[in-house]
């Protein structure tokens, strides 16, 4: 018996769902060289701009200078540094929580504290749109694991019933395939009544939500005690990399003690936490940059709809245009490169099959010109194509 990995690859290429990496010559931005072509990328969740930023990146020059370049072991051995621990207070009073605590990348940031919160005996509910980190670390957590419908508190009432042990609701904060916001405040109404805890992972809130860009929780007006458990990742509107946990003291004690991503992984690099800092720096003091974020996003909805494209609910940063087929959502993408933009067309399994999309992401790097040219572009798409979607 051998495992016939051609087999597979060539079925996955039948199905339009092969997947291929643009390799990316250029810093992140609006405009970028990929396989050596100029393009007006709008498919980064460099949501403020900061990516590239001249005073990010001097912060990572002199925290390499000062700090070297790796974080040499994990946070428990000697990898936890100055600038980590700043960076961790930082977020912290970004949250208005007393702790946060910092993971090298979001996946591991959802796998630690779904897996150090919760096991045998005890139930895990998440939204059925969940990032696949969040579902991944339900499963692998080892509690009895459901799903409720998508932002439907009340199919989470009838689940949590049914829920045993210690219950963990998780949920998105924004839904990265469909950019919708989650119903925080039912959720945690119906989370709080079953004294269950609920958890967000708002790797899309940070940055352009909230009047000072805290995410989510804070667009809400929510408590810790509404949503004990926040996720945030820094590769985002952050525009550098890792991810955090915020909550009570005991909550981030625990993370330290028994989330196994954490204790067994090198800190990331102390340069890298410098650079964050200022980047957050630049997320509180500059409010320019969501505010420009809601205009391109008001003349892009504007714009596509006169086209007659099928847009879904969202305020935020995140524009999917709904296609449908899979084949037909690539050679959209296609016809939109060779008139040098850039969207990636998302398909299955990231996506239910019949609901391709083509996924616009803006950011505060962009300028109303730019978003006026992927508009013209999408329009001389949908004459040759036509606009209709046939997703079931």
């Not at 810093?27 to 007006?40: A, M, N, S, T, Y």
């Not at 090298?104 to 749109?129: C, H, I, P, S």
């Not at 079953?194 to 809400?220: N, Q, T």
Request: net charge negative.
């Amino acid at each position: 018996m051998s495992f016939d990995l051609a087999a597979r690859l060539a079925a996955r290429r039948a199905e339009n769902l092969y997947r291929q990496r643009p390799l990316l010559e250029s810093p992140q931005g609006p405009e970028v060289v990929v396989d050596g072509q100029p393009l007006l990328a709008f498919c980064n969740n460099d949501y403020l701009g900061l990516a590239n930023h001249p005073q990010v990146i001097e912060a990572w020059r002199a925290g390499a200078a000062r700090w070297g370049v790796g974080g040499g072991a994990s946070h428990l051995v000697i990898g936890h540094s100055g600038p980590h621990h700043a960076l961790e207070e930082a977020l912290a009073d970004l949250t208005g929580r007393p702790r946060a605590l910092l993971f090298t990348t979001g996946y591991m940031a959802n796998l630690g504290a779904v897996t150090a919160l919760v096991g045998q005996g005890d139930t895990v509910l998440e939204d059925r749109l969940n990032h696949a980190s969040l579902l991944d670390a339900g499963l692998l957590s080892g509690a009895r694991f459901n799903r409720y419908l998508h932002n439907d508190a009340e199919s989470l009432a009838k689940r949590l019933e049914k829920a045993t042990g210690n219950t963990l609701v998780v949920t998105d904060g924004v839904f990265s395939m469909d950019g919708d916001i989650a119903d925080l405040p039912a959720l945690a109404r119906e989370a709080k009544a079953k004294g269950a805890w609920l958890m967000v992972d708002d790797a899309h809130g940070f940055g352009p939500l909230g009047a000072h860009g805290a995410g989510i929780v804070e667009h809400f007006g929510l408590s810790m005690e509404d949503v004990p458990v926040l996720v945030g990742t820094l590769g985002k509107a952050f525009g550098t990399a890792g991810a955090f946990v915020a909550g009570s003291d005991d909550l981030i004690e625990s993370l330290i003690q028994f989330a196994r991503p954490y204790i067994y992984t090198t800190s990331q690099p102390p340069a890298l936490a410098c650079a964050t800092l200022k980047s957050l720096e630049l997320l509180r003091s500059e409010h320019w940059r969501r505010e420009h974020l809601k205009v391109l996003i008001a003349q892009f909805r504007k714009g596509a709809e006169q086209i007659g494209l099928e847009l879904m609910d969202s305020a935020t940063p995140i524009q999917p245009i709904m296609i449908g087929d899979a084949g037909r959502a690539v050679r959209f993408s296609q016809m939109l490169r060779e008139r040098g933009l850039m969207v990636t067309a998302i398909r299955p399994p990231t996506v239910p099959t019949g609901s391709a999309r083509l996924r616009v992401t803006l950011t505060a790097a962009h300028s109303e010109a730019q978003v006026q040219l992927l508009l013209e572009g999408l329009a001389d798409c949908v004459q040759q194509l036509g606009a209709a979607s046939n997703h079931a």
